[in-house]
């Protein structure tokens, strides 16, 4: 299959970046940030990759609710990952995953981490005008069970990309909570790579394809659900990890070149360089820093961190967004865009 062969290449391309990119996990951060802000903008929160990484207290009230999800999607995907050390591609990992997205937010009332016991339906208002109803509750620990052993099954030959394709239709379509179930599975695809060693590190999340296609999205899966049309949604999966993996390719291109032009302009600072290096290192993984951060991050007081700051800004490395005299938030705009 053409597709397959050229998900396959492209994922081993990107893979390489886990090799060579010396302190990726820095750049990770921002890529969970992106993955949480489109994986819930499907479900129709408008956080952008800039607010997520704001304090709460800095989010607007009528945002805050919207923000707190965000968060809650970050934890998520870094406690899976953790979690993947210990725990196999599981209904364990799966359901403690669901526990964390849900906490504290608007589904903290639909049994966070606990499989439904109760019918619930795709689209429409009710499960009276539901355009596709799941199985039935009780059927759920049994099907749930069934993806396990598939996704576990070293003697089943179908290539892994085509499983987790699979995995992540049975998944939508036993919709097995009562709320997140859209979020859990876009997050299942990237953590199944991982504990595949397709992906040595999480570097590849498909929401923002899929947010961007979100009509065929769902069109596919109904028509595997109701024609049994797995061609044409295997099809539009792959085209997806492709022209992600493509995107983040050229995601760290455009970073490495940034960082080596960034470098270029610190040494104009002179003996300021080195604490002007440790802000971008803080800066590679939370894109946005108020004033008063700077004396944590690099130990100097408070009224050179400003300067420091405002060298930056000089520089065009950084841009003041608030215009106040107090409470001045920086963020890398540059930086940023590659992730926007």
């Not at 019918?119 to 039935?136: E, R």
């Not at 499983?163 to 859990?184: C, M, S």
């Not at 296609?213 to 596919?220: G, Q, T």
Request: hydrophobic residues 40%.
């Amino acid at each position: 299959m053409h597709f397959l062969s050229k998900a396959d290449r492209q994922l081993g391309r990107l893979d390489m970046y886990s090799e060579y990119i010396p302190n990726i996990d820095m750049f990770i951060s921002m890529h969970i940030a992106k993955e949480a802000t489109q994986s819930n903008k499907i479900e129709g929160t408008q956080t952008n990759v800039e607010e997520a990484f704001l304090e709460r207290n800095e989010v607007s009230r009528e945002k805050r609710s919207d923000w707190e999800e965000v968060q809650n999607y970050i934890e998520a995907m870094n406690k899976a990952i953790e979690l993947l050390h210990q725990l196999p591609f599981s209904s364990r990992l799966i359901r403690d995953t669901h526990k964390i997205l849900l906490q504290g937010v608007r589904g903290e009332h639909k049994q966070p981490g606990d499989f439904r016991i109760s019918q619930n339906g795709i689209g429409g208002a009710s499960i009276n005008d539901a355009t596709f109803i799941p199985p039935v509750h009780t059927s759920i620990l049994d099907l749930m069970s069934d993806i396990e052993k598939f996704a576990n099954d070293e003697l089943n030959y179908l290539p892994d990309l085509l499983k987790i394709a699979l995995i992540h239709y049975q998944f939508e379509t036993i919709h097995p909570f009562l709320d997140g179930n859209g979020r859990v599975g876009r997050l299942m695809i990237t953590l199944y790579l991982v504990s595949k060693g397709i992906l040595k590190r999480p570097i590849l999340y498909l929401s923002d394809f899929l947010e961007r296609n979100r009509s065929l999205y769902y069109d596919n899966l109904m028509d595997v659900r109701l024609k049994g049309d797995l061609t044409k949604w295997f099809k539009f999966f792959l085209v997806g990890i492709i022209e992600t993996a493509k995107n983040g390719i050229k995601t760290f291109d455009g970073i490495l070149q940034l960082q080596k032009q960034i470098d270029t302009k610190i040494q104009s600072l002179g003996s300021r360089a080195g604490n002007a290096q440790k802000i971008m290192l803080y800066l590679y993984q939370r894109p946005v820093i108020q004033a008063h951060m700077v004396a944590s991050v690099t130990g100097m007081s408070a009224a050179t961190g400003y300067k420091l700051l405002a060298d930056l800004e000089k520089l065009n490395i950084l841009k003041e967004v608030t215009g106040a005299q107090r409470g001045k938030l920086y963020v890398f705009k540059e930086y940023l865009a590659y992730f926007n």
